[in-house]
């Protein structure tokens, strides 16, 4: 199974979006990019397959 994340930044507060749909995860980030915030760091969307993950 796959599954998207980006990377968001503001300030000193950071957050990891995840989604399994990537087509509502890039209007997400695209409404985040597209707010008047000078501090606001947002990353690229990137693919992961979650059946390698492993939590130890």
Known sequence: MKAYYFYYENG????KIISSNKEKLRCY??????????????GEIIEICIDDIVTI
């Not at 000193?12 to 957050?15: E, G, T, V």
């Not at 980030?29 to 947002?42: A, F, H, N, P, Q």
């Open 12 to 15: 000193s507060y950071s957050k």
């Open 29 to 42: 980030r695209e409404k985040l990019i597209d707010t008047k915030d000078s501090c606001k760091k947002v």
